[in-house]
């Protein structure tokens, strides 16, 4: 059975820190995996990463895909509070299936 | 500035009833989704439908049910509401197969 993990399931950090977050996923002809955040609405889309190695950035957020051990990290450097969100990360399978298989989120609390 | 929208934003019903959730995207995206969160539960996908008269069930579809008969509109309806359909439920559309998608706003529902 297809399936998606996160960890750690929720993190506290101060202004300034950096953290990493994980994903790792065990999904038969993976595609592709997806990175969200969630504040206290829907979930907005941030990264989305097909091939292993190759960084996506944006800002203080980035991304990286590791299809060998099957993992992928989203690091977050000079955490400010905005960044406090529920982080989900989703994969996908090659071909004609459009479902995402959805991991639980990390919650990310960031204090001043 | 295409968008997605959902209503009721919170419904309140009980037990037995039939509701109706809306969701309308103005993108044209082809692949619409219904989800359902919980706490410890994550994104649960609930039915999903590729284009006009396609509707397929997620993982979770029983009592629910959907109809696609324009591009733009995916309403879910609950057939009759129990209390275990508490949740808040979003809508998300997606362009092509291998695209992101966008999630609307939420409806948060309570079934007494």
């Known amino acids: 059975e297809d399936k998606v993990v996160q960890s750690p399931l929720s993190l506290v950090v101060h202004e300034g820190d950096t953290v990493t977050l994980n994903c790792s996923y065990e999904?038969?002809?993976?595609?592709?995996l997806l990175w969200y955040k969630q504040e206290k609405k829907a979930p907005t889309f941030l990264f989305m990463l097909t091939s292993s190695g190759i960084e996506k950035k944006s800002g203080r957020l980035s991304s990286i895909l590791d299809k060998k051990e099957l993992f992928s990290i989203l690091n977050i450097t000079a955490t400010q509070t905005g960044d406090s969100a529920v982080y989900l990360c989703a994969a996908r399978r090659a071909g004609n299936n459009r479902k995402l298989i959805w991991g639980l989120g990390t919650s990310l609390a960031v204090n001043p | 500035d295409a968008e997605i929208t959902q209503s009721p934003r919170h419904k309140i019903t009980e037990t037995g009833r039939q509701v109706t959730l809306a969701c309308h995207q103005t993108w044209n995206h082809n692949n619409m989704f219904w989800y359902r969160q919980d706490l410890g539960h994550g994104l649960r996908l609930i039915h999903y439908?590729?284009?006009?008269?396609?509707?397929n069930k997620g993982e979770v579809s029983d009592g629910y049910s959907v109809s696609r008969s324009n591009t733009e509109d995916l309403p879910l309806t609950l057939e009759s509401a129990a209390s275990s359909q508490t949740s808040v439920y979003f809508c998300?559309?997606?362009?092509?197969?291998?695209?992101?998608?966008?999630f609307g706003p939420g409806t948060r529902l309570t079934v007494l």
């Open positions: 998300a559309s997606s362009e092509g197969s291998q695209n992101e998608q966008f």
């Open positions: 439908s590729y284009g006009v008269q396609d509707t």
């Open positions: 999904v038969t002809n993976f595609r592709s």
